[in-house]
């Protein structure tokens, strides 16, 4: 089995959701070697944002990548307020045995 992954281009992508439309998904999956699970989410970005959605579901924007990294950064700092609440409830609980 090959470790390689087709990349299908925009017009490709186009051509297998107009199949899909009028033939259905499963067909289409048969038809072009795709999984349906990948027509599903091309037919919604498609829907979503037309056929710049195709170009770009493969490739992360510089915004996404930002977002990212602050989504990533965010559950950090989550964490770490976290744990000092926890050592403050801690102290507080040995406080309040030791009076």
């Known amino acids: 089995m090959s470790k390689h992954r087709k990349t299908w281009s925009s017009t490709e992508k186009l051509q297998v959701i107009n199949y899909a439309k009028s033939n259905g998904n499963v067909k ?8 349906v699970n990948s027509i ?33 950064e965010n559950q950090q700092l989550k964490e770490l307020v976290a ?16 009076k």
């Open 28 to 35: 289409a999956a048969r038809e072009f070697g795709v999984s």
């Open 40 to 72: 599903y989410n091309w037919l919604e970005s498609y829907a979503e944002q037309g056929e710049a959605g195709l170009r770009r579901a493969n490739k992360p924007t510089e915004e996404s990548e930002e977002l990212s990294r602050l989504r990533r």
């Open 83 to 98: 744990e000092k609440e926890l050592r403050l409830r801690i102290n507080e609980e040995l406080l309040k045995k030791s």
